[in-house]
């Protein structure tokens, strides 16, 4: 039973690092960071981007977790919840790594869903890369994603209200 906790805390942590994700991806890289973000969204024959800044930043994030969790580094001021929540943010960084640059950026390997979750997520990511530039768009998280037809309505009405430029408003349809 006291095993639950932690796996508890593990798996609460990975599902809270999505909305961070989210709100960072929204506030942040669209918004004062969009230096960094900028060439994720512009087509480029680089294997590293300045995009990939914000993962180092994540990293970094577990790190301080997985020191403040640690006796040998607080000795004894560790606080033990801290250790789990590392664990959390490094999962969330694998499937970050595995949905968002793997599946959906293709970068470490291809494959194109055809059905399900795999291709919705897709779907709603190249909805997010369909505009220009850092205002407006849609689907701002990496891992969960809705309906790909209420994201296109979305961008539709940010279109017409002059809110986003859309690259190809026939991915609108």
């Not at 993962?55 to 977790?65: D, E, K, R, Y």
């Not at 390997?109 to 979750?117: K, Q």
């Not at 407006?136 to 539709?156: H, T």
Request: charged share 20%.
């Amino acid at each position: 039973m006291a095993a639950l906790l932690p796996v508890a805390i593990v798996f609460a942590t990975i599902l809270a690092m999505e909305g961070v994700a989210w709100a960072s991806h929204r506030y942040i890289m669209h918004g004062f960071g969009w230096a960094w973000h900028r060439d994720h969204h512009e087509p480029h024959d680089k294997r590293l981007e300045k995009n990939d800044r914000f993962g180092l930043v994540g990293a970094a994030m577990s790190i301080a977790m997985f020191a403040l969790g640690s006796p040998l580094v607080m000795g004894a001021g560790a606080w033990w919840p801290a250790t789990w929540i590392a664990l959390g943010i490094l999962g969330y960084g694998i499937v970050y790594t595995l949905v968002h640059d793997g599946l959906v950026h293709q970068r470490y390997f291809r494959w194109v869903p055809r059905s399900g979750y795999a291709r919705r997520i897709v779907q709603a990511h190249r909805l997010h890369h369909a505009t220009v530039g850092k205002e407006g768009g849609v689907s701002f998280g990496f891992v969960f994603a809705r309906d790909p037809a209420r994201l296109k309505a979305e961008l539709k009405r940010q279109r017409e209200a002059g809110i986003a430029t859309v690259r190809d408003s026939a991915s609108l349809r």
